[in-house]
């Protein structure tokens, strides 16, 4: 996509998505900074209702940086057992809190690089702690944003932290608050990963995807 067509494509999903809603995806009640860390790294391949449920049993055990890195390493894996993976997660809680307290007083920094630079945090949480926790624009890349930039050609990418370089790059201010919102949406509505709807696709005069796959069919 050139930039009048990035231009374009966020155009046709500002009128055909509903953006930030009541429904849309994010972790909208919990604006704590710390919390909202805790809660990304339980989602690693969790369903939200498991990630809530595991965040909410280890919030009622320790509600500080200072008194969750007290808490033995089993109690943490306990509470956080409905989102998977709980041993290893548990250990990134513990060395995570950890290195927020030893690096930054226990306070979550409000840097991409900084909150990279702590256990357990890749870019996808810094971006939506930035977004989420700290109403900075920026724009997270999960499984629907990535799928639709490589798609699309909007923003292609080997990995999900190219894209989300690339992605950021190119997407217009205007378009920044929400295109998360209308991405994810966008991905689950028409560009969903088994069958994309093409032909009801309002965004397809703009995607690459379609173009090559129109040409080759005829
Ligand atoms: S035309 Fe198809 S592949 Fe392209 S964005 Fe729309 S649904 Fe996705």
Excluded at 161 to 172: G, M
Excluded at 178 to 200: D, M, S, V
Aim: glycine fraction near 6%; include cysteine; aromatic fraction near 8%.
């Amino acid at each position: 996509m050139n930039d009048r067509e990035v231009e374009a494509f966020y155009r046709t999903l500002s009128e055909a998505m509903p953006g930030r809603t009541a429904t849309a995806k994010g972790p909208k009640d919990q604006p704590n900074p710390f919390r909202t860390c805790i809660s990304c790294m339980c989602s690693a391949q969790s369903l939200d209702r498991n990630t809530a449920a595991a965040t909410r049993a280890l919030f009622r055990l320790a509600r500080t940086p200072q008194s969750m890195a007290r808490l033995p390493v089993e109690s943490i894996a306990g509470a956080i057992r409905p989102c998977g993976l709980y041993n290893r997660k548990a250990q990134n809680i513990l060395a995570f809190c950890n290195a927020l307290i030893q690096r930054h007083e226990g306070r979550v920094p409000n840097t991409r690089e900084a909150l990279m630079q702590l256990p357990g945090i890749g870019r996808k949480c810094a971006d939506i702690v930035l977004q989420f926790a700290f109403g900075i624009d920026t724009i997270a890349v999960d499984t629907h944003v990535y799928r639709v930039c490589n798609r699309t050609g909007l923003a292609p990418g080997t990995t999900a932290d190219k894209t989300a370089d690339t992605l950021l790059a190119r997407t217009p201010g205007w378009a920044l608050p929400q295109a998360h919102f209308w991405l994810i949406q966008f991905g689950k509505t028409y560009c969903t990963a088994r069958a994309p709807r093409c032909e009801a696709c309002p965004a397809n005069t703009w995607c690459r995807y379609y173009r090559q796959s129109s040409a080759a069919s005829k």
